[in-house]
């Protein structure tokens, strides 16, 4: 399945990333999202995308991330 990053993929992930953040600010506490990839199944160009989408809104939204599998099973590139 190719992720193309159009308005309605990008918005879905916002939604989500929105409750997180909505939630930090509530409790007021810090969050970490860790250990999130995009599987190898999906084609190289859309785990890139998505993961360069995902990171960027979260980096916006001041919430800390790791990525998981940097080159392996969720790796976003083949060493």
Known sequence: MAWTGNDREMQVIISEIEIIEKLSKKLDI??????????????????RRWTNFVSRVLEAKKIAWF???????FGIYDV
């Open 30 to 47: 810090s969050v970490i999202v860790n250990k999130f990839g995009s599987i190898g199944v999906a084609d190289r160009s859309s785990r």
């Open 67 to 73: 990525y998981w599998d940097f080159c392996s099973e």
